[in-house]
């Protein structure tokens, strides 16, 4: 049995957070993992099955946290990697990929135009596609980080806040619940404007493709989110809800004065929950009963520093 590639995170109750909401809110923090967001959990368990099955190259298309935590894996499991990123992702990025020891090569302007190459490349001899977000060894990865919280908290909470982009961490946090007997717990999903594919096929019963991604949380831009995270809507209760991005970006100031921790917006987007009282509005509305605690699965991010803030701020007329 090989040794998992993510470290077992902290849970955190949040002094500022809970004065808020007026019940303890639990914090998960995904952000602290070796390449700073939850992605390594089912990326990571994704990269050790592939080795497993003799793959002898590893090819990801991701732009952000996937594609990095791909990459951490494979440099881990020494086998080679091209990582597959569209032409919108920030230049720090394709070098921090590369520092990992992955080949980068660049196409589109979508994660859908990267992913079209990353599967042609995959088809050669020994290569592996290590999809980002859509596969059972992703969803079973990031079901861990249940696991973990189920040990972790002092009670089962009343509710579970996590973003939505491709639908992976929901996937793998839904998993994760039903495993520890969390299935009566209600499940906070959260978006962008902008990003809200979970939305859009809630809405319409059936998936939808978003004609492109015009929110700045560019990591949760799929524009069809994964066909697992809309068959979940069946099973288990589930609240969706789409912010606006300066919403989820002064979630993330908030979270940084809060807490000394810098996250991206997709992560703000899940602690907007908080920031913006919606459990009290949705407490009226009918849709959450008594609320005794809440678990928000903080799952981090690199596409974040105080300058790129400053520039989200500035852009969205929030300075």
């Not at 050790?48 to 894996?73: D, E, F, P, W």
């Not at 249940?146 to 040990?151: D, L, M, N, P, V």
């Not at 970006?249 to 921790?261: I, N, P, S």
């Amino acid at each position: 049995m090989m040794e998992p590639l993510h470290i077992k995170t902290p849970v955190l109750e949040s002094h500022p957070m809970t004065k808020i909401a007026g019940f303890p809110v639990y914090l998960k923090l995904e952000n602290v993992q070796p390449v700073a967001s939850f992605k390594i959990r089912g990326l990571g368990n994704l990269c050790q099955k592939a080795m497993q099955r003799g793959c002898t190259h590893m090819v990801c298309s991701s732009g952000g946290n996937a594609g990095l935590a791909a990459a951490y894996s494979a440099r881990k499991l020494k086998i080679p990697c091209t990582i597959v990123v569209p032409g919108t992702t920030p230049m720090f990025m394709v070098e921090r990929l590369r520092e990992e020891g992955a080949t980068v090569e660049i196409c589109g302007d979508s994660w859908d135009d990267a992913d079209a190459l990353a599967v042609k490349l995959a088809k050669q001899p020994g290569y592996a596609y290590i999809p980002p977000f859509n596969h059972p060894d992703v969803w079973y990865g990031v079901a861990t980080v249940i696991h973990e919280s189920a040990e972790q908290l002092p009670e089962k909470p009343s509710v579970v806040v996590v973003s939505v982009g491709g639908g992976g961490l929901m996937s793998g946090v839904l998993q994760g619940m039903h495993d520890v007997g969390w299935a009566d717990v209600p499940l906070i999903a959260m978006e962008t404007k902008g990003a809200d594919s979970f939305d859009a096929a809630v809405q319409a019963g059936e998936l939808v493709t978003l004609d492109a991604i015009t929110s700045v949380a560019k990591c949760l831009g799929a524009r069809t989110v994964a066909a697992k995270a809309l068959e979940w809507t069946q099973d288990h209760k589930i609240i969706n809800h789409v912010c606006s991005d300066q919403e989820a970006v002064l979630a993330c100031e908030r979270f940084a004065d809060d807490h000394r921790m810098l996250v991206e917006p997709a992560c703000g987007a899940s602690l907007a929950c908080v920031y913006e009282r919606l459990f009290k509005v949705w407490q009226e509305q009918g849709k959450l009963g008594e609320l005794k605690s809440a678990l928000v699965i903080v799952c981090g991010g690199n596409i974040v520093s105080l300058n790129a803030l400053k520039e989200w701020k500035e852009k969205l007329g929030l300075s």
